[in-house]
């Protein structure tokens, strides 16, 4: 399909720069396809829902994957930013190098200061490029394995907030908690699965109180959600691998629930493209661990998720490729046009949607 199908006018003034606080007073564009729309609120999705459906919520943790280092090769150096966005080993990752024309395989980078102490190792970081790849990506082999590693990332990076937040502001430490969901735990994204924000613990009493059980996956969110599609035709884009894992515990549960009449109900594109890469040709849903370049676009026959809560995403992007897909391209504009129209907030910490499958 064309990629220009999937433009539409954004002012600048409705993205959003901080969430609403508490997290569920949120606005919730209830999208039915062929019915209408409806105006509500994030608190408001204990009665949206039935006794019965299952939420299903991604669980990864951001890290503080961006890095600032020096290339230093030979007699000459050169300030570079890395922005760690896939995981490949106890000791290498796949990053964006920015820019990444001054790097070359082989060169090392530093991250830290040179001046400190060195009574701890930790403040300092090496890493050699290994590979170079198309726009800006390299894989990098650090100089730490394993949690010495994860230490140090810990020590040296900064959380890592969406281009279109970053460009406006500094991060902070209100960051810290307002990019994370209040059910992280698994560590490894560098982006927040931002449909997730929203949730708080009263809403989770009241969900339980509804009889609206909620499952949990691990979608490991890369730094690829933040880039455009710069080819003309969707078939031409190229999807970053993300990590994810659906337990066979959590297969089972969801299995069960939809054969007793629940609706599945993906909290977050990451969750519902975890879950449709685990599902079979019949709907059923498999354990499963690995990687996923799933794209869904329009004409997609979605097997498992049969509602999906989600932030309002960019123009041309994938993710509002994806929810074309899932309730249909001219809903879907008509929904963005009303949300712009009425002053709904853009974006990781903007409002949210509830959208009902086609």
């Avoid at 608190?43 to 949206?48: E, I, N």
């Avoid at 190792?121 to 650090?142: H, I, P, S, T």
């Avoid at 041309?316 to 929810?323: E, Q």
Wanted: net charge negative.
């Amino acid at each position: 399909m064309r990629v220009d199908l999937f433009d539409f006018d954004l002012p600048e003034s409705s993205i959003a720069l901080r969430p609403v606080e508490p997290r569920d007073v949120a606005r919730l564009l209830v999208v039915r396809p062929e019915i209408g729309l409806e105006d509500l609120f994030v608190r408001d999705l204990p009665d949206l829902l039935q006794p019965g459906d299952v939420l299903v919520l991604n669980n990864t943790k951001v890290i503080p994957s961006r890095l600032y280092g020096l290339r230093v090769r030979e007699e000459t150096a050169a300030r570079v930013e890395i922005m760690l966005h896939k995981r490949e080993g106890a000791d290498r990752w796949r990053a964006f190098a920015r820019p990444a024309k001054k790097l070359n395989i082989g060169d090392r980078i530093r991250f830290g200061d040179d001046s400190e102490s060195t009574a701890c190792e930790l403040v300092r970081l090496d890493a050699e490029v290994e590979e170079k790849g198309e726009g800006g990506d390299v894989a990098l082999r650090f100089s730490f394995a394993g949690a010495f590693l994860d230490e140090a990332i810990a020590r040296l990076g900064e959380l890592p907030l969406p281009p279109y937040i970053a460009g406006k502001r500094a991060t902070d430490d209100r960051d810290r908690n307002d990019y994370q969901t209040v059910y992280a735990q698994d560590e490894g994204a560098v982006a927040a699965p931002t449909a997730g924000l929203h949730f708080t613990e009263d809403l989770f009493r009241r969900l339980d109180e509804r009889g609206i059980t909620r499952q949990f996956v691990t979608l490991h969110v890369g730094a690829g959600t933040f880039l455009p599609v710069k080819a003309d035709d969707t078939n031409e884009h190229r999807m970053h691998a993300e990590w994810g894992s659906v337990s066979a515990e959590t297969a089972q549960a969801l299995n069960e629930a939809r054969a007793r009449g629940g609706r599945i109900v993906a909290v977050g594109t990451t969750s519902l493209r975890l879950l449709e890469s685990a599902a079979q040709d019949d709907g059923t849903i498999a354990p499963f661990s690995g990687d996923t370049a799933i794209f869904i676009t329009p004409g997609y026959r979605f097997r498992a998720v049969d509602v999906l809560m989600t932030n309002f995403h960019l123009p041309r992007s994938t993710l509002f490729m994806l929810v074309s897909a899932f309730a249909g391209l001219e809903c879907m504009k008509a929904a963005y046009a009303h949300a712009v129209e009425t002053g709904y907030r853009f974006y990781s910490y903007g409002d949210a949607s509830l959208l009902f499958r086609r």
